[in-house]
Nanobody
């Protein structure tokens, strides 16, 4: 099992920045990819970004490319999502996920955190 705990969400004005963290514990070596997803009210949970745990390959959704940066610190078993130039459309609950394959697809991720709220005011 892998336990994931997100932190770093909050309220920010449009144009501002936040950095989300996802601390992993448990059988982290079993999973080779970490991802961030988000879900806004009334909408499906959507892929935001992903990173391979050891190889450093990264994926981004088109809507966040150039504004968000995913990174990881293997020594701390932590994945980060630096979010810049935030806009109200980025408002959502952000979830961290762990999977066996770096993918855009939600179903490839087996373990999920509880989520952290990000609210961007206009």
């Amino acid at each position: 099992q892998v336990q994931l705990v997100e932190s770093g969400g909050g309220l920010v004005q449009a144009g501002g920045s936040l950095r989300l963290s996802c601390a992993a514990s448990g059988r982290t070596a079993s999973y080779i990819a970490m991802g961030w997803f988000r879900q806004a009210p009334g909408r499906e949970r959507e892929f935001v970004s992903g990173i391979s745990w050891s190889g450093g390959s990264t994926y981004y959704a088109t809507s966040v490319k150039g504004r968000f940066t995913i990174s990881r610190d293997n020594a701390k078993n932590t994945v980060y999502l630096q979010m810049n130039a935030l806009n109200p459309e980025d408002t959502a609950v952000y979830y961290c996920a762990a999977g066996n394959k770096l993918s855009y697809i939600r179903s490839t991720y087996d373990h999920w955190g509880q989520g952290t709220q990000v609210t961007v005011s206009s």
